[in-house]
């Protein structure tokens, strides 16, 4: 099959033969039909988060229709619906169009795993890092996080929902019952939150680079009654801000933003440092807080009530061939939504 390998940091993927993976006990083998590309992918690529060993198939916002069960998947994939692994529940045919994300496994038995905080277990594995990923025709899997993908989405417009939907789904949860939030960068998860947000009748400020009039532009068609500049105070007071933006800078920032009481939630796997601030910006109540991978929790309930906003993506798609030049357009800043790959091109 093809594959877009990493094998070096700051150094272009490299599109090559490799074998078909086999899937093992537990696990799912799948045609890949759209992989979404993600600031992670950038920070992988750019030497920014560490990678266990190489080569490597990036990708973690996997789409695939299941070609083959391993050993005792089926099992496996029932006992998972039981405790909300898969909505609609039953174990997984072949045939079945599903979604891989950001978090590809966890041990099932730590503390986290058993309060229902996969996302920190500490022995964790995640698609397209410790796990090869969906810059590839195919990918194996592991039963208890393949998600099916509701109807009403195309192969493409579903990739998104499987990072920049699900991680932008759980920030926008630790926001409470904010009213008023504030979006510091505006891509491919902020793009569907917005809709999320409208949907629950939330208000949306954007903060976009200085000068990103496209950027602006698209924050105020997708809902945002506000969009500007990111270094420049709020029109209001804030109950909440959400950083997609892997600029600590932001921090104080937000900080400044919100009102007494208010959140600011660092969405991000990676950011920059944040400088020092004065403690009165923090006092009053205020609290920063990070966002750590998925649950199976999440995505449950985000794929559940994707359908029913309805949210649309808007994505911008490439050829596998074209992976280097996708990552480009992402770390430059040149796309409004998402991008995604397309293996079969």
Known sequence: MRAALFTKPRTPLRITEVPD??????????KV????????????????????SVPLIPGHQVVGVVERLGAGAAARAAVGAKVGAAPGGGPLVPGQRVGVPWLGWSCGACEFCASGRE???????FTGLHRDGGFAERIVADVRFCFPIPEGFTDLQAAP??????????????????????????????????????????????FVRPGDAAARQFALRLGAEWAGDSTGPAPEPLDAAIIF????????????AVSRGGVVVCAGIHMSDIPSFPYRDLWEERTIRS???????????????????PVRTEVEVHPLSEVNLALDR???GAVNG???IDPSK
């Open 338 to 340: 998402s991008v995604v």
């Open 33 to 52: 039909l759209a992989c979404g590309v993600c600031r992670t992918d950038l920070h992988i690529v750019d030497g920014e988060l560490p990678v266990p």
């Open 245 to 256: 933006a892997p600029d600590g800078s932001l921090v104080p920032l937000a900080l400044k």
């Open 291 to 309: 966002v750590a991978n998925l649950t199976r929790r999440d995505a449950v309930e985000f794929l559940e009530l994707a359908p029913r906003v």
């Open 119 to 125: 996302n920190l277990c500490a022995r964790a594995q």
């Open 161 to 206: 929902l499987l990072c920049g939907g699900l991680i932008g789904y759980r920030a926008l949860r630790m926001t409470g019952d904010a009213l008023r939030v504030g979006f510091y960068g505006f891509g491919s998860a902020a793009h569907i939150l917005a809709q999320v947000c409208a949907y629950q009748r939330r208000r949306i400020f954007a």
């Open 330 to 332: 992402l770390r430059s």
């Open 21 to 30: 993976p086999t899937p093992g006990a537990g696990q799912v083998l799948l």
